[in-house]
């Protein structure tokens, strides 16, 4: 089989480009794309355009097979059709997973606890983080400002990062009726505790550093912090450990993010959106056979051969600095997840913002930003539902 691969555009220009580009062809019925590695955000966009077609129809894709999501598979199907699969056929889907970073040094020189030992203990929660950060502050200039030049117990951003702690604390904004279909149903209770818990560790702990904007300059700000011994703690993607890690002097060791509290019975873990790629097949194509036996091949091998080599060899131990981080990664994938809110958040009203949303303005009224947000969502959630139950 020949295969002609057409390179995507970066994130910051893949709607506009390449998005564009696949829509127009499909639109156009020129056939130029049989496959699409859309990423894992804006893949809805053209799900609801009708452009990409239920991918349980292919001949020769078995999705209940190991080398496929199948959490993904059951969140994302609705109205029984499924318009993405993620799997082993990529590798960004683990790569991209959220993990907390934590900095040897700076934990001996703290004469802080074994992290590893608390995350099998079922102890690494959202409450121990805060606890063991709040005094970590260290002046290291003498100026009497804290900033990017100093010691913190942790660095966090109210953008992207703080979307991770939804998935970590089991959160669900949706439900289903009992004909499988979406409904609003947010836990508000739990959803109040986390804003108050993170705008506590955002804008009120000394130990935490509040990164200013999102994007690549604050990631930039915040990985040099940590490579130069002035954080415990960075949450951010998997790959920054082969990266921008791979040369750092000081040894890291890696943790998943913390549960919600002692209660919750596993860790989960987030993977980054705007990295993550869903696998995706135009609407017109007319090598159904070629394309499903293309992609349970293509996936069937990665599973033997690519992850293996990926997770056992370069993840656990080039990239890993002890025996220990292998075991927290096994942790790490094993909680790899995905719910309805999070991959469709852009195309039901963006209940997924919603620590962002809170946060990023320095607020902690939830129940004010529900109020407010209540109607939007359910309007942008029945047009997809409605959208959908209208497709052929």
Request: some cysteine; overall charge negative.
């Given at each position: 089989m ?5 390179l ?23 056939k130029?794309?049989?496959?699409v590695a ?5 893949a809805?966009n053209?799900?609801?355009?009708g452009?990409y ?30 318009f993405f699969?993620a ?12 993990v ?7 934990q ?20 121990y ?6 005094n970590?502050?260290t002046d290291?200039?003498g ?12 660095a ?11 998935h ?5 904004m949706?439900?289903?009726e009992?004909?499988g ?6 836990e508000?209770?739990k ?6 818990y ?5 804008y009120e702990?000394n130990?935490s ?13 915040q990985a ?12 951010s ?6 990266i921008?890690y ?8 890696i ?6 509290n ?9 993977v ?7 696998m995706?097949?135009?609407?017109n194509?007319?090598k159904q056979e070629l ?7 293509a996936a069937?091998?990665n599973?033997?051969?690519v992850?293996p ?7 656990k131990v080039?990239?890993?600095r002890?025996?220990m ?9 094993e909680?790899?997840y995905?719910n ?6 852009h195309?039901?009203?963006q ?6 949303d809170?946060?990023?303005?320095r607020n ?11 109607q939007r969502?359910?309007?942008a959630?029945?047009r ?6 209208n497709?052929d």
């Amino acid at each position: 089989m020949n295969l002609n691969i057409i390179l995507g555009a970066t994130w910051e220009q893949w709607i506009g480009t390449s998005q564009a580009s696949v829509r127009r062809s499909i639109l156009a019925g020129d056939k130029s794309y049989d496959l699409v590695a859309d990423w894992a955000a804006p893949a809805p966009n053209l799900m609801l355009e009708g452009l990409y077609m239920d991918i349980k129809q292919l001949p020769h894709l078995d999705l209940s097979q190991p080398w496929w999501n199948k959490n993904l598979t059951e969140e994302a199907e609705v109205g029984g059709k499924l318009f993405f699969a993620a799997g082993d056929l990529t590798t960004t889907n683990l790569t991209s997973a959220v993990v907390f970073f934590f900095n040897k040094r700076v934990q001996q020189e703290h004469d802080l606890p074994d992290f590893y030992q608390t995350v099998i203990d079922g102890k690494w929660t959202n409450d121990y983080l805060f606890e063991i950060t709040k005094n970590i502050a260290t002046d290291l200039n003498g100026d009497g400002t804290m900033n990017e030049n100093d010691l913190f117990g942790i660095a966090l951003s109210p953008y992207n990062i703080v979307d991770s702690f939804l998935h970590s604390s089991n959160i669900r904004m949706i439900s289903r009726e009992a004909d499988g279909m979406p409904v609003l149903d947010a836990e508000h209770e739990k959803l109040n505790q986390l804003v108050q818990y993170l705008y506590q560790l955002l804008y009120e702990s000394n130990g935490s550093f509040t990164l200013p904007g999102e994007g690549p300059d604050m990631e930039v700000t915040q990985a040099g912090m940590f490579k130069n011994d002035q954080l415990l703690f960075m949450p951010s993607a998997l790959w920054y450990s082969y990266i921008l890690y791979r040369d750092m002097e000081t040894d890291y060791g890696i943790l998943p993010m913390p549960k919600f509290n002692e209660n919750q019975t596993g860790y989960y873990t987030k993977v980054w959106s705007d990295v993550g790629t869903f696998m995706c097949v135009p609407i017109n194509i007319d090598k159904q056979e070629l394309v499903g036996a293309f992609l349970e091949a293509a996936a069937f091998e990665n599973h033997i051969n690519v992850m293996p080599a990926l997770y056992e060899i370069a993840l656990k131990v080039k990239f890993s600095r002890d025996d220990m981080s292998s075991k927290m990664l096994d942790i790490i994938r094993e909680g790899i997840y995905f719910n309805f809110a999070g991959i469709y958040n852009h195309s039901i009203g963006q209940p997924w913002n919603v620590l962002r949303d809170i946060l990023s303005a320095r607020n902690n009224n939830y129940a004010s930003w529900y109020e407010r947000q209540e109607q939007r969502i359910e309007t942008a959630l029945d047009r997809f539902i409605e959208t959908i139950q209208n497709m052929d």
